[in-house]
């Protein structure tokens, strides 16, 4: 696969992220109440709508202009990375563009609301998590995926290594 073919993996999976984000957030909108939940597999996942003023999973952290800030430096910085690393595998690729796509997704919340809507609802009746979106959902296996990646190629490394030098 030629780099520019990788490429494209890495920003083909962002776009791919980034209108499937969007699409569920505006049926979120139109469909869902303000924090009034939907059972869709009963009490263990329901769709709730949110605004999210925080960071990932409602956290309180540093306001909404700084948040603003530093997603964007995220998509501009994932973007570059995406560039420049066209020789790495396409998953890497992938991985990457899945946490462009969600930046993404969560940076246009911000710009068109001042906050991110958030509909997923998980947990039991003792316990909820913190409602989340697509775009969460995409950064944190993006991010799974980069790790999985790294530390199978640090493995493949070292067996080099130890091949190279006599097994010492």
């Known amino acids: 696969m030629t780099i520019t073919r990788t490429r494209l993996c890495g920003y083909i999976t962002a776009l791919g992220v980034l209108t499937l984000d969007q699409l569920t957030k505006r049926l979120a909108l139109g469909g869902l109440e303000l924090h ?21 999973f409602s956290m309180p ?52 609301y001042g906050k991110v809507v958030d509909f997923i609802d998980i947990g ?18 993006g991010g799974v995926i980069l790790v999985i990646l790294y530390r199978k190629e640090a493995s493949a490394e070292e067996v080099i290594k130890e091949e190279t030098n006599g097994g010492c």
């Open 36 to 56: 009034h939940p939907e059972a869709v597999l009963g009490n263990f996942l329901r769709f709730t709508l949110a605004w999210n003023q925080g960071a990932a």
């Open 61 to 112: 952290w540093g306001g909404p202009l700084f948040l603003t800030v530093i997603t964007a430096a995220a998509v501009v910085m994932v973007s570059i990375f995406i560039w420049k690393l066209g020789k790495h595998s396409p998953f890497f690729l992938a991985g990457l563009g899945a946490i462009l796509g969600g930046a993404l997704g969560n940076i246009l919340d911000r710009f068109m």
């Open 124 to 141: 039991s009746t003792g316990w909820r998590w913190p409602t989340f979106n697509v775009a969460d959902i995409a950064i944190t296996v």
